[in-house]
């Protein structure tokens, strides 16, 4: 599975972007695609996860305001709406792939995408 984030941008705190993964692959639909952010000096961490079978985590950090809209399985797509978006919320963007199983974990992740920048001014 090949994967690629776009969509992250400059914008002011309180603002708004829609994040897409794009993935090659034809059993897309058995992956649970995650969302993960690394802030500069600081681990990567967990955003959000949608399973294959449409279940969703989120990170409570961003709970309430990102949401991940769908996932579209014709396009082999997922999509990471990010609202009233924070200076924290500051980092690299990266869309990953697991088999089935959905978790927050980012060692269990096979396959990622080459990360979106995401700036929040404040």
């Known amino acids: 599975v090949q994967l690629q984030a776009f969509g992250g941008g400059l914008v002011q705190a309180g603002g708004s972007l829609r994040l897409s993964c794009a993935a090659s692959?034809?059993?897309?639909?058995?992956?649970?695609m995650g969302w993960f952010r690394q802030a500069p000096g600081k681990e990567r961490e967990f955003v959000a996860a949608?399973?294959?079978?449409?279940?969703?985590?989120y990170a409570d950090s961003v709970k309430g305001r990102f949401t991940i809209i769908s996932r579209d399985n014709a396009k082999n797509a997922v999509y990471l709406q990010m609202n009233s978006l924070k200076p924290e919320d500051t980092a690299v963007y990266y869309c990953?792939?697991?088999?089935?199983?959905?978790?927050?974990?980012?060692?269990?992740?096979?396959?990622w995408g080459q990360g979106t920048q995401v700036t929040v001014s404040s």
């Open positions: 990953a792939a697991k088999f089935i199983t959905i978790s927050k974990n980012p060692s269990e992740y096979h396959y």
């Open positions: 692959g034809r059993t897309f639909s058995r992956y649970t």
């Open positions: 949608i399973s294959s079978g449409g279940s969703i985590f």
